[in-house]
């Protein structure tokens, strides 16, 4: 069993009013098979923990450790996390003119395993996830995200997770812009990559309507850079009802 660890995270950003507290000390461990939803209003700091997980330079460490099985991430390159068994869907994932996706998918396992996928199995495998994920045969021709619609990008993501096959996927609001159909889809996509890797899960979200679908075995309320509260499905349904108000008050 894979664990990650996150203790007493605290991070900073830079801006033109000078350096910015985020995190202020958020304590998480989440183990292979496990589903964490981290949810909180606006600018609560659930996405500084996404990318501070996946290394972006952005978000500076000042304190705190994130331990995958006992290894210093902190001390890892970006591709080092990766290739460790880290994943992070973004929220706004980027284009990349020139690159097709079949081109970038194939590069991408093979920087994580290595060696080169054998291409006869890997183009039976991108095809059969790409059907399930109900993606046009032509959309691994596309250039990477250039030119996709919202639904397309997430749809694209979780492609990635499924074809690389992490140990721990981090999810930045990937139910953003989402109609009803695509919802379903990706939630689809992500619970099988759960069932068959026996995937860790770290989904950010705002809202419980993701949750209908991906089932979480955690919720951690976020507010002010800080975990304010815990607890199981159930505290979705009450935050759903209830609102982030009596957190922001206290």
């Known amino acids: ?46 996405s500084t923990l996404a990318y501070s997980i996946a290394g972006h330079p952005k978000y500076q460490v000042t304190d705190g450790e994130i331990l995958l099985d006992g290894e210093n991430v902190l001390e890892m390159s970006v591709d080092e996390r990766a290739r460790a068994g880290l994943f992070l869907a973004m ?41 399930n994920l109900k993606m046009d045969p032509t959309f691994s021709e596309r250039n990477v995200n250039e030119g996709f619609s919202g639904g397309e990008k997430k749809r694209h993501e979780i492609l990635q997770m499924e074809l690389l096959k992490p140990r721990f996927a981090v999810l930045d609001e990937t139910d953003s812009g989402l109609d009803v159909d695509a919802l379903k889809i990706v939630s689809e996509g992500v619970n099988r990559a759960h069932t068959a890797n026996d995937l860790g ?11 209908k679908y991906i089932k979480p075995d955690f919720v951690h309320v976020f507010v002010d850079g800080k975990v304010a509260e815990q607890g199981g499905a159930e505290l979705a349904d009450r935050l759903e009802a209830e609102g982030y108000d009596r957190y922001v008050k206290a």
């Open 91 to 131: 929220q706004y994932p980027v284009e990349i003119p020139g690159v097709s996706v079949s081109n970038f998918l194939r590069t991408a396992k093979t920087a994580i395993t290595g060696e080169a996928p054998a291409l006869r199995t890997w183009i039976k495998e991108v095809r059969e996830s790409m059907d």
């Open 201 to 211: 899960v770290l989904l950010i979200t705002h809202y419980t309507r993701i949750l």
């Open 1 to 46: 069993m894979a664990i990650l660890q996150i203790k007493n995270l605290h991070v900073s950003v830079d801006t033109d009013q000078g350096t910015k507290g985020i995190l202020k000390g958020v304590d998480l461990t989440i183990r292979s098979g496990e589903i964490h939803a981290v949810m909180g209003p606006n600018g609560s700091g659930k």
